[in-house]
């Protein structure tokens, strides 16, 4: 590949995640673009302030006594007012460090690759029969069909079901995770977004009685059973884990699959297999499908010469932060300064980053297990979504 050539691909792989951001999200797509103009850290009217420098953005990560989840700004906000006090208690009190160490061995790289195969495996292997039967297949689907799959059998529900089922599950958290699109300027939500929300809620948990009762140990309500945390807050967690386990890893493995497509990178990853780490992580750098991370300051502090009170919000732009880097890159070595932020830091650092990558490198093994590239026969960006993603990415291998 000439170095035009090289240059108009990775022209056309940042157009087409530019369409992402634009239809998902035009508010987020708008402070994106003003905030690469900013600096590391400023104060934006109406918003609080923004951060866009990756070295920065995880010390606020890190310091969990001055920027915390709870508190106007902080995602705990949001899920306090759905579920009560108990669940503000649990993002900042021991509970929460209790339940991620009981869960941990559930999120292990063995751990991971257990619950992959066990509740997607016979998928992957249907996709890769089709793929090689000469059908087009729509990524974007399958990764939603998957998605829904993988969390039933981490909580326990029953996953004997059709994929329309497991559709219905990605669905709803799409529309509870929507629901949020508009506190970028303020986590204070309407009551009647709180009745909405209630009722999306009531969908997604309409199991979770029976499999908190029921559910084995190998599940996340059966430790919480056993931690004897209660209804509430199992249905709470479970509500969370429902969006964190679909929206980002849905979105991270479509987005991925079209990077290396339109960067045209697919061939040296079919040619060196041993480049799929370096394509996983690239992948999510370059979507980083939690754009934004948000978080209350609860106590006056000082930063790269800034004076935040407490009260403010601070807005951590991991999307700039993570893409300040450069374009996909499959031969990118490890970027010390990023270091997986796309997962967010600290001890709220994403639990289910193994299974997040596992599913990426699943997806992609498939789509090479003809030993031929793929290509991309048509694409639709979903509109006016918290996380930004594609509605259909149908490909087909060829020759």
Known sequence: MTSDVRDTAVKDAARHEARLLWAGNRGLFALLAAARHTGPIARVPKLGWVVTDPVLARRVLNDHATFTMDGEGGVGHLWTQLFGPEMAQFFGGARHAEVRTRARDLFTEDG????????????????ARRLAGGETIDVADATRVLAGRLVSDLLGLPT?????????????GERLAGLAMGTTASTELDPEVVERARE????????????????????????????DLGLPLARGLATLLAIA????????????????????QQHALLRDPGLMENAVREGLRVSTPAPVIGRHVARDAEVEGQRLRAGERILLLTYLATTGVGPFDIRREYVPETRQLWFGGGRHLCLGAAVARLQITRMLETLHS????????????????????YASLRIETHD
């Open 160 to 172: 004997d079901r059709d994929d329309d089922a497991f559709r219905a599950v990605f669905a709803a």
């Open 245 to 264: 386990g679909t929206e980002t890893g849905a979105s991270g493995t479509s987005r991925t699959v079209a990077l290396l497509h339109d960067t045209g």
């Open 370 to 389: 003809t030993g031929r590239p793929y290509r991309v026969v048509s694409r639709r960006a979903a509109r006016r979504v918290l996380v930004p993603t």
């Open 200 to 227: 999306i809620v009531a969908e997604i948990t309409s199991g979770v009685d029976a499999a908190y009762r029921a559910a084995g140990a190998g599940t996340i309500l059966g430790r919480c059973r056993e931690m």
């Open 112 to 127: 991971a690759r257990s619950l992959v195969e066990r509740s997607q495996g016979p998928w992957y292997a249907e996709l």
